[in-house]
């Protein structure tokens, strides 16, 4: 009899509703529960270490990724692959009758006028290789936001595999430049061998100011309209299709202004890549700092371009 008493006060007890003893986890916060469970936020930014050995436990997707963007870039076309060179060598010929010929171009190129074709190719490659990686990177994310909404997997994957596609194209490119300079009897010797620590510290500014216009053009997608005009800008700020010193001579610029206009990084790559293959040019036709400015230029805007990039982490993709 007793015990369906009970019964029945339990279900009396449920029937109006009885509020149950209250838990030690109520007066917990959000992040202390989550601290106590072992739980965090989905999509949370990784630490920077961390996020950095994501990037290396990826890095076989990140070599694969760019070698299928570099096989795909010209697939539609009848020459394929060819265009990899066609076009920047079409592009310095026309470079070559506008400011050669037309313009005066050849006029002070370290060794003569007849030292220009190598001078001019040089540049043409070595600029179109942060070139590229700068409009391309612009367009990182936001012409892969299939990918990035689909997978979990960290972004920066995308322009650092970018920038390792144009430094690809440019290996293919450097062959024809090479067979240029030995047609203008440009022997190899030692400072050759300068062009792997040109490449490298060109490699890592272009990698981080790509990782820069990533992060921006996810948010302005106007942005890569623009590119374009600020690069050709740059392209003719930077000595490409004439020697800087002498132009800057010729029109009486001061000489801070000389020094100024030769620490921009797209010059001091191309003088340095200059000096490591064309005999003719030496140290004097270059800033005396070449050196210390590429390996600044590297670590500041490699190191600062991946920073910034990482901070935008979990925002990507969403919106």
């Keep these: 009899m007793s015990e369906t008493t009970h ?5 009396a007890d449920s029937a109006v509703g009885v509020v149950p003893p209250p838990s030690p986890d109520d007066r917990l916060t959000s992040a202390e529960l989550a601290v106590k469970y072992g739980l965090s936020v989905s999509g949370a930014r990784p630490s920077l270490p961390e996020y950095v050995r994501q990037l290396w436990a990826r890095r076989h997707f990140i ?3 760019s070698r299928a963007k570099l096989l795909a870039q010209y697939s539609q076309a009848k020459l394929g692959q060819l265009w990899q060179v066609a076009t920047p060598l079409l592009n310095a010929a026309v470079y070559f009758l506008i400011f050669g010929i037309i313009m005066g171009g050849r006029e002070g190129i370290p060794g003569g006028s007849g030292r220009y074709i190598p001078f001019l190719v ?17 367009r990182a994310i936001s012409s892969n936001l299939g990918l ?8 920066a994957s995308l322009p650092i595999s970018i920038s390792l596609q144009q430094l690809q194209q440019l290996l293919f490119s450097m062959i024809v430049l ?3 300079l030995l047609g203008f009897r440009e022997m190899p010797g030692l400072t050759w061998l300068l062009i792997v620590p040109v490449l490298a510290c060109q490699f890592v500014f272009n990698t ?3 990782l ?3 992060r921006l053009g996810s948010k302005t997608p106007d942005l890569a309209q623009l590119m374009p005009f600020i690069t050709r800008t740059w392209l003719y700020a930077s000595g490409v299709m004439f020697s800087l010193p002498y132009m800057l001579s010729k029109h009486d610029a001061p000489h801070w202004l000389v020094q100024v206009m030769q620490a921009n990084p797209a010059t001091v790559y191309m003088d340095l890549m200059r000096y490591s293959l064309i005999d003719e040019y030496t140290l004097n036709d270059m800033s005396h700092y070449a050196w210390p400015l590429a390996l600044v230029w590297a670590i500041v ?3 600062g371009g991946f920073v910034f990039f990482w901070k935008s982490e979990e925002r990507y993709g969403r919106g």
């Design 148 to 155: 990035v909404r689909a997978l979990h997997f960290p972004r």
């Design 63 to 65: 070599l694969a990724f």
């Design 301 to 303: 805007i490699g190191v």
């Design 122 to 138: 040089t540049g043409v490659f070595v600029f179109t290789f942060t070139q590229t990686s700068v409009l391309n990177g612009v």
């Design 208 to 210: 981080g100011l790509a």
């Design 178 to 180: 090479v067979v240029i």
């Design 212 to 214: 820069i216009m990533a």
């Design 7 to 11: 019964d029945s006060a339990d279900s």
